[in-house]
């Protein structure tokens, strides 16, 4: 207990008095506090990073709708079904989401392992939990923001496009 260490500092102290005695349980205690509000900050601009490629991918799914419009229209001029470029428009955003995730994944692993090792010379132990969480998550959530912003695409007669192009 924090009363018996006192008395025991107290009594190596009286004995021999050119030791010094220093609690190390206050001072890591201390030390981890200030990590843990380290901690809280990183996931905190972790999140905020990720609310914010959030809004760029709704704003970029926005501004390519009128592409993904003449995209539809020209298949399905060529004789693709609403059902077919449904099923393309959602392998094109299954795809973009897997190559961001993963490459987020490299750098996120890459970055951290070269701060791990050079910077705080500690051992790299990443968790493996919320990377593979991550990895399923931006796939998962960049088809469902970009079906979202792409709902309608393939019921807009292509002729309707065309002369919007034109």
Known sequence: SPEKRAALQRRIVEQ???VS??????ILRTVDEILDRVAALVR??????VATGVVVLVASVSAS????LRES???RTLG???????RILLVE???LGTLAGLTGLVLA????WGLATYVFEVTFAPAWGWLAGALVAVPVLTVAVGLSGSRGVAGVPPLEILRRAG
Do not use: C, E, K, W
């Open 65 to 68: 709708r009128f592409q993904r």
């Open 21 to 26: 005695a220093i609690d190390l349980d206050l």
């Open 93 to 95: 955003y299954a795809a």
């Open 80 to 86: 693709a079904t609403r059902r077919q470029v449904s």
């Open 16 to 18: 021999y008095p050119n």
């Open 44 to 49: 905190f601009m972790a999140l905020f990073s």
């Open 73 to 75: 229209a020209l298949l």
């Open 109 to 112: 692993i890459g970055g951290g």
